[in-house]
């Protein structure tokens, strides 16, 4: 099961390199950013699941992350996987790479990077 792990992280982190305009596919679903309508530079963001591209929302977006802080605080101790979640969203916002914060923050980096203080 580790090989195949690996292999579609390998996949998929091709097929992130070859998409030019930011987009991210995995085998269940894929994300673009096309041209938006609210002024110069506005980009709309599309998941494409089951072959039909949806304009991805504000309230979509925030159902996922309630969803998964509350996941993250039910299997981390005290709660704090939410805050854990939310310092990885931050790096990514402050500007690291998405790959940075994986390599930070990740499933095989360990519990908590020795910088977390929650």
Do not use: C
Not at 24 to 34: C, G, K
Not at 64 to 81: P, Q, T
């Amino acid at each position: 099961m580790a090989n195949f792990r690996k292999m579609r992280d390998a996949i998929n982190e091709r097929e992130r390199e070859k998409r030019s305009n930011g987009g991210f596919h995995s085998p269940l679903i894929e994300v673009r950013e096309i041209e938006g309508n609210k002024g110069e530079g506005d980009r709309i963001i599309q998941l494409n699941t089951y072959g039909l591209w949806r304009n991805m929302s504000l309230e979509v977006l925030l159902e996922i992350l309630d969803k998964w802080f509350k996941n993250e605080d039910r299997i981390y101790s005290e709660g704090r996987g939410g805050t854990y979640l939310l310092s990885a969203i931050m790096e990514l916002r402050e500007g690291s790479t998405v790959k940075e914060v994986l390599e930070k923050y990740g499933k095989n980096r360990g519990v908590y990077p020795k910088t977390y203080r929650p």
